[in-house]
């Protein structure tokens, strides 16, 4: 069932570190690093944990000859790193996590042993449909109760079985009687990516392919071989067609994109956004699309259709309520008939402004990355003539939205090794065992990079995982307090 979920933190109390691990998954992914707090201050050799504080804990680990856990806390924007044994007790609680998530990661990584896991649905992605087993405008919580089953490999066969938990079976163990060896040791992706460097290339036979037609989903079937070259993190940018009406079509495009780009108009709702977007190489030229009457005489009130050259941030002195008050101000150049007139802009001005653009150069995608801020409007001009279809040619515009840095694994066919292809470790659900074959040649052939669409549900798992500390300071108030 699609769907992103807030998790609710649980009310019940761990009463040691020990119950913790037991019961909590901790593991390497950003999933699994979970946050507790106690309601106790924690003295510790050389720090104090003080009650309430958030300890994130990391991995489990043993130091010195003892089990125990890698934490951390964050004060003043710096990360104190710091070690509770398994032995520490005390009452540890869950705290709260403004995340969001799909179904699967819940199971995998949110539901602690032994204990049920309360949600609610996120408003975020909420289309409801007749397929939809939840009533329409549902805004309640969900407890999740895990049904388990076990994936079995079978000896002589390379398919995954599925076993339910509740089957009523006697279960003997012949461990020793058997080679572990002949059986096929099923592999995720994310199983892949966590081997070492060193035991790159491999062959591999997929075990159970994606689903898509797109390339190159589509040559990735049950029984393909396959080379695994490496492992690395690449660049994407995330970008989505520029449309009033939903639902919005999102892709990822590597930096490699060989299409050119024409700039298109972005809009900008409030004087705030246009200190945002200015910058050094250009002045910011903007169109009024929305009236404002400023509350103080010594700033400007803007009209309809009033054009503006963007300045520079200052602060002014204004009377307010009888009191001589400093805010934060805009200076701009308004743009008359024949002269300019200087003007200033209370920040807060909710307004509204369309940028026009005087540049008529062609950009490539990483000239685009180099020289601009984004959020960034563009158009294809040039398509890519490197791939038979190029889906971004079609759109008659896209926002650049931001960089991110995902994980990716270059793959070619064992068959036909002339071109390599990067697939998403992390967003593509396959199965794959490890043959023990040499590869032939180290030097991965030629790599199609392509541009990936991706669906509403994984553009906003991409968006909460943006960078929290590029994210430009909250919106002043919308009168000066």
């Not at 179904?103 to 990584?109: F, H, Q, S, T, V």
């Not at 076990?150 to 006697?170: G, N, P, T, W, Y």
């Not at 030097?443 to 994210?471: C, D, F, G, W």
Request: proline share 6%; aromatic share 10%.
């Amino acid at each position: 069932f699609l769907g992103l979920y807030q998790v609710v933190a649980d009310k019940t109390p761990y009463v040691s570190i020990e119950e913790i691990t037991r019961k909590v998954f901790i593991g390497p992914t950003r999933f699994g690093h979970p946050c507790f707090y106690s309601p106790e201050d924690i003295k510790l050799a050389n720090l104090t944990i003080k009650h309430g504080e958030q300890i994130i804990f990391n991995s489990v680990e043993e130091v010195n000859g003892t089990m125990a856990v890698n934490c951390g806390v964050v004060r003043n924007n710096q990360s104190h790193s710091f070690t509770l044994p398994l032995s520490q007790e005390g009452k540890f609680y869950e705290c709260e996590d403004d995340q969001i998530y799909t179904l699967k990661e819940i199971a995998e990584w949110k539901i602690p042993k032994c204990r049920n896991r309360i949600v609610k649905l996120s408003n975020t992605l909420h289309m409801w449909d007749s397929s939809n087993p939840l009533p329409e405008n549902f805004d309640g919580c969900l407890i999740l109760t895990p049904v388990y089953e076990v994936q079995a490999v079978m000896k002589f066969r390379k398919d995954i079985v599925h076993i339910l938990s509740d089957l009523d079976v006697e279960v003997k163990d012949i461990t020793d009687c058997y080679d572990i060896s002949s059986f096929l040791q099923p592999l995720s992706l994310e199983d892949v990516f966590e081997r070492t460097s060193k035991e790159f290339p491999m062959v591999a036979e997929i075990m159970d392919g994606p689903l898509g037609s797109q390339k190159p989903y589509n040559l990735l079937y049950t029984g393909k071989e396959i080379i695994i070259y490496k492992k690395y993190q690449a660049t994407r940018v995330l970008a989505s067609e520029i449309r009033s009406d939903s639902p919005k079509r999102h892709f990822l495009i590597p930096i490699s994109y060989k299409g050119k780009f024409k700039r298109r108009p972005r809009e900008f709702p409030t004087a705030y956004d246009l200190e945002i977007a200015r910058n050094g190489k250009e002045q910011l030229h903007v169109v009024a699309t929305k009236a404002f009457d400023s509350p103080h005489k010594e700033l400007f009130s803007v009209s309809v259709g009033d054009q503006f050259l963007v300045q520079q941030r200052q602060t002014s002195e204004v009377l307010y309520e009888g009191r001589k008050k400093v805010i934060d101000v805009l200076a701009c150049e308004q743009i008359l008939s024949d002269t300019y007139k200087k003007v200033l802009l209370p920040m807060y001005m909710e307004g509204g402004f369309v940028e026009v653009i005087h540049d008529k150069k062609q950009y490539q995608l990483s000239e685009i990355c180099k020289e601009f801020r984004l959020p960034f409007n563009v158009k294809v001009s040039v398509r890519d003539l490197s791939v038979e279809e190029d889906v971004l040619a079609a759109v008659p515009g896209l926002q650049f939205e931001e960089e991110i840095t995902d994980s990716y694994l270059l793959i070619s066919s064992t068959s036909s090794p002339a071109e390599s292809w990067e697939i998403p470790v992390y967003r593509l659900n396959m199965t794959i065992h490890l043959l023990s074959k040499d590869v032939q040649t180290v030097v991965p052939p030629a790599t199609k990079t392509t541009v990936e669409e991706i669906s509403e549900q994984q553009y906003y798992m991409m968006r909460r995982y943006e960078n929290q500390a590029l994210h430009p300071p909250p919106r002043p108030p919308k009168k000066p307090t």
